[in-house]
């Protein structure tokens, strides 16, 4: 059999070294959600199979930031734009406080990479169950900013747009801490 004989695959792939990727047709609220767990998959595997040295790691000098410090980062960021915006019970940074607004960035001694990202995939599963029963053109007021509102069009697109920025930051801290690059 030559390779001109050979079955092209059916379709376009679904996932890339595990990650799903998002279709390229669908509803908008569809393609907003499948690029947003295309970002949130993507910390997910920058963090993959390291241990909680690694993941402490200030990997990239001068900068402290270490890939457990954007997964608490994400934990307070998910929190805080599909439930706090959303006025709901407990739903207070868990890393930050307003004396210390960068502490979700900080990685204290405290906790291990097991617990702080399993911390973070129950605010993506609670982000999941808030925006589940809302419109896209559903409006809420931020808690801080006085008269603020938001639409949750808006908080997907930040939050495609926050993980995209980080994912970034994670490329490159993971690549310094052990060569790997890409998914």
């Not at 390779?3 to 393609?31: F, H, K, M, N």
């Not at 390291?50 to 457990?68: G, K, M, Q």
């Amino acid at each position: 059999m030559t390779s001109q004989d050979e079955a092209a695959p059916e379709g376009p792939p679904t996932t890339l070294s595990g990650v799903p990727l998002p279709e390229g047709t669908g509803s908008e609220r569809q393609i907003l959600q499948q690029w947003l767990d295309l970002q949130r998959a993507t910390l997910a595997a920058k963090c993959e199979g390291l241990s909680d040295e690694e993941l402490r790691r200030a990997a990239a000098p001068p900068s402290a930031l270490t890939l457990l410090g954007l997964v608490r980062h994400m934990t307070d960021v998910e929190r805080h734009w599909f439930c706090r915006m959303w006025r709901e019970e407990d739903s207070a940074p868990l890393y930050r406080t307003p004396q210390a607004p960068n502490d979700d960035f900080s990685v204290a001694e405290a906790g291990t990479g097991e617990e702080t990202l399993a911390a973070w995939r129950r605010e993506i599963d609670r982000a999941r169950a808030s925006a589940a029963g809302r419109s896209l053109d559903e409006v809420a007021t931020h808690p801080r900013r006085t008269g603020w509102r938001t639409s949750l069009r808006w908080m997907y697109t930040h939050m495609i747009q926050e993980y995209a920025r980080h994912n970034g930051h994670a490329d490159l801290l993971r690549e310094r801490i052990d060569g790997k690059t890409g998914f």
